[in-house]
């Protein structure tokens, strides 16, 4: 082989002296160039570059949201869609103004993780979505207020296509709702757009423009030669917009179902820095309200008296020794408001919140009363001690109080690990080879195989579990138990297991058997774990976000119809015997040879809008809002409180929103982790994924 003795400084400096020509060069007619999609691959960095003189100053967002309040007359507690929202510059501007029910819906995947970084890094809790404008992932009825601003309409190449966007607005726009559209000034732009500028974007960068209409004379075509000053023309585009003119506006939407157009002011960029204003130049703004009758079930809905829930929490005022810091931190709080928020948008039922432990009985007794049913989320136990989690329903049992979840025998079990294996082995439930130590425990004879997973045998939340708790032989067997026993207690027994190196399988099933639902079986993803660690979700993939384990996914499971099934049959032969109710989770594990084990039993399971039974549900197109609808309406049907408001869980989806794949919700709910992932901050652990309320709730699988 000949060597090369070239510089390579010499090399590199070649390289960046080279100009690449990425442009078309003359073009005689610009419209042959124009792609039928182009606006799939056109909103990217570069876009946010060439308009940032417009799309990035707080002065013009801020002008143009006054108008929307104003013209609308719109309310925070309104909810709004911003269609087409690109990096959400009118959504987190709202959102600071304190309108909270607002989602940002775009088909850029690049400006909505771009939004989403945004609104995590001004801490402003709001939702983006990646979408198609024709055909919205929403239910009907479901917006107060829909707007696309920005000039963001009239991207297609055919009016039709429009309708289509119009007309799914429509659908999801509550009866009496209202759209506000902001498009270009189609009259105006015919005889006002420059055939050519250019204009300088920053220091390094100039773009060219040259424009000219369609040969139909209804768009106008543009072209976007960019420019860096060190490297030469780095993008060549093309792109096109409709002109709409009042006329064609006010045909569209009244053929599209929409009531009493009306045209406000025209609307222009102040921007100091504007060169070339193109097709944001001069704008028309029109509204339009929708006239349709609700659906008679939501009618009857309405018309009906809502149901009173206590909602009993961890107190926040306690220590909480599984917390990393002990204590309730900025993400936790965080995840207590999005539950507020997803159980809001449940219809026909009110909210009261009890937390503070010293004074819970006597709460509890003042509200008697009032109270129709008791939502128990109290998984930190009372005065958050785990080992006290059944006192709080032994407490409303002795109240007397109907409340959703497991009793205090069911937890009582539950949390002595050891107690499950026995239980399972005597129903022929196949479980890991272990045995539990103690203090007194002599393992000089230990029967087991290396390597073993060393676990508290009672435990919340992988507490006492980490990547350090497996053992490869005798001797590191002994100093796992004596580093967790001077951590956690001498007198703390443990469970040691033989390490399956299989799936780690997850099965959640919400209801009572036989009237109950499994949801879509999940297996943790470790491809993103070094090799060098241990597969395991232990505690670091729960609590510790700069752990390597933080990056774990949970994903539906690739299992055979033999092993789904045999997994299944157990769930839900232990659900009956243990005495789950309403809810629970049931943990397993593959062995060498692709046989399942149950691990862990887990009655009232994490029910955080980013834990494994939100994941499981969001896998079956159920939103969190709908998760918890459904464990609500799981224990009323317990307790025969009657069908008022009732959410039904059913395999049927509406034709509106087509049912997807599992894999389809698995990549939508990780692609919304990815961007959270990349935030600034480590405490924004909670993803901002589950946040679409679905007056049905839509089932995986039905038992």
């Not at 269609?83 to 959102?95: P, W």
């Not at 937390?355 to 007794?365: A, C, F, S, V, W």
């Not at 045995?435 to 073993?452: A, G, H, I, N, R």
Request: with cysteine; net charge negative; glycine share 6%.
């Amino acid at each position: 082989m000949t060597q090369n003795n070239t510089d390579p400084n010499t090399r590199r400096k070649r390289a960046r002296g080279t100009v690449q020509m990425k442009t078309f060069g003359p073009v005689e007619d610009l419209e042959t160039h124009v792609r039928s999609d182009w606006w799939q691959t056109l909103f990217n960095s570069l876009y946010l570059k060439t308009d940032a003189d417009l799309l990035d100053d707080m002065e013009v967002t801020k002008k143009e949201v006054d108008l929307i309040v104003s013209i609308l007359g719109v309310s925070p507690e309104e909810k709004i869609l911003d269609l087409c929202c690109g990096q959400g510059r009118h959504v987190l501007e709202l959102a600071r103004r304190g309108f909270l029910n607002i989602e940002g819906y775009d088909r850029s995947q690049y400006l909505i993780r771009k939004a989403r970084n945004r609104a995590q890094k001004d801490n402003l809790q709001v939702r983006f979505r990646e979408g198609d404008a024709r055909k919205l992932s929403y239910p009907s009825d479901t917006f107060d207020v829909v707007t696309i601003l920005g000039n963001s309409f009239g991207y297609f190449d055919s009016t039709l296509q429009d309708r289509k966007v119009l007309e799914e607005i429509f659908r999801v726009l509550k009866p009496g709702g209202r759209v506000f559209i902001d498009a270009v000034d189609g009259d105006h732009m015919k005889k006002s757009f420059q055939p050519r500028s250019w204009e300088w974007l920053d220091r390094k960068y100039f773009v060219c423009r040259e424009r000219a209409l369609s040969a139909d004379g209804d768009r106008l075509i543009c072209r976007e030669v960019i420019n860096r000053i060190d490297r030469g023309v780095i993008a060549d585009q093309f792109y096109a917009e409709r002109l709409y003119n009042k006329e064609s506006l006010f045909e569209l939407l009244t053929a599209s179902g929409f009531s009493s157009p009306a045209f406000h002011t025209t609307f222009s960029p102040v921007s100091s820095s504007t060169q070339d204003a193109g097709m944001m130049e001069q704008r028309i703004l029109v509204s339009a309200s929708v006239e349709k009758p609700w659906p008679p079930s939501l009618q009857e809905a309405r018309n009906k008296k809502p149901m009173n829930i206590a909602v009993v929490l961890g107190d926040p005022r306690k220590e909480d020794q599984v917390k990393p810091a002990c204590v309730f931190d900025d993400d936790d709080f965080d995840t207590l408001e999005r539950m507020k928020k997803a159980l809001a948008e449940i219809p026909l039922m009110r909210f009261t919140f009890l937390d503070r432990h010293e004074t819970l009985l006597e709460d509890l007794k003042k509200k008697a009363a009032k109270i129709d049913l008791v939502l128990n989320l109290c998984d930190e136990g009372f005065y958050n001690d785990p080992t006290k989690e059944l006192h709080v329903p032994a407490l409303l049992e002795q109240l007397n109080f109907p409340y959703t979840g497991a009793g205090p025998q069911c937890l009582a079990f539950c949390y002595d690990k050891s107690i499950i294996r026995g239980v399972a082995r005597e129903m022929n439930i196949p479980v890991a080879k272990g045995m539990l130590v103690t203090e007194d425990s002599d393992l000089s004879k230990l029967s087991l195989s290396f390597p073993l997973l060393v676990k508290p045998n009672s435990g919340d939340s992988s507490f006492g579990i980490t990547q350090n708790s497996i053992a490869h032989n005798l001797e590191e067997l002994l100093e796992i138990l004596a580093a967790t026993r001077e951590k956690m207690g001498s007198s703390r027994p443990f469970l040691l297991e033989e390490f399956l190196p299989g799936k780690d399988i997850s099965v959640g099933i919400i209801g009572n058997p036989p009237a109950c639902t499994i949801l879509p079986i999940t297996e943790e993803d470790y491809s993103r774990v070094p090799d060098e660690l241990p597969k395991i979700c232990g505690y670091e993939a729960k609590w510790l976000p700069d752990s390597p384990y933080w990056n774990i996914k949970s994903v539906p499971a690739d299992l055979t119809e033999k092993t789904r099934k045999e997994i299944v049959k157990s769930c839900l032969t232990l659900f009956t015997r243990l005495g789950c109710r309403d809810y629970a989770r049931f943990d397993w594990r593959l062995d060498a040879e692709g046989k399942p084990r149950l691990l862990e039993v887990n009655p009232n399971p994490g029910w955080c809008w980013d834990g494994h039974l939100a994941k499981m549900a969001a896998y079956a197109n159920i939103s969190y809002s709908g998760m918890l609808a459904a464990i609500i309406e799981a224990a009323k049907e317990r307790y025969g409180l009657g069908n008022d408001g009732k959410v039904e869980l059913s395999r049927k989806m509406s034709e509106a929103t087509p049912r997807k794949s599992p894999a389809e919700y698995a990549a939508e709910f990780e692609e919304e982790i990815e961007a959270s992932n990349c935030m600034e901050s480590g405490n924004n652990r909670k993803k901002n994924v589950f946040s679409n309320p679905s007056k049905t709730v839509h089932a995986f699988e039905s038992v």
